[in-house]
Structures are given as structure tokens and as C-alpha cells.
């Protein structure tokens, strides 16, 4: 069974990520690397294109857990002093 994160204070970027459970159900399985985070938004760069979605839409699966998006709501430097 995945681990489910509370907060995810570490950054994204970099991360291979998947997405699962998502609002919108054409976003639904797109797989990439996160390129760029901000405040309520990834970038993801998947094989063909660059995708940028809305972190609250979907949970993020990486390698070892699944995040909720809306625990990644907020600036990188806030979410690490927590």
C-alpha cells in the first residue's frame, strides 16, 4: 500500500511523477518530470509536451508515495519552515 503524505514540504521539481485521480480525466495517467513549481501550479514535462496543472486538481504519484495536490498548495520556502 502507498504511503499518503500529510504535507509535502520538500520541493517537486525535478520529480518523476504521475498523475492519478484527476479532475479533469483527460489529465488522467500523464507521466513526466516536473520542470517548474509555483504557487498553485506544476509544470510537467511529459514525452511529447510541456503540461502545466493545477496543483488541488489531482494527487501526485511519485516512485515511493501519492500526495495530494492541494497538501502542496503554497510557496516552496513556506511549505519547508513548517
Known sequence: MQKQAK???LPLIGETIQLVEPKNK???GI???IIDETKN????QTEQKTKKIIK???KIQ???KT??????IGRIET???Q
Open 31 to 33: 507521466t513526466g518530470r
Open 67 to 72: 500526495i495530494e495536490g492541494k497538501n502542496t
Open 7 to 9: 504535507a509535502e514540504r
Open 79 to 81: 511549505r519547508i519552515k
Open 62 to 64: 511519485t516512485k515511493n
Open 41 to 44: 501550479t506544476i509544470t510537467i
Open 26 to 28: 483527460a489529465l488522467a
Open 56 to 58: 488541488e486538481q489531482a
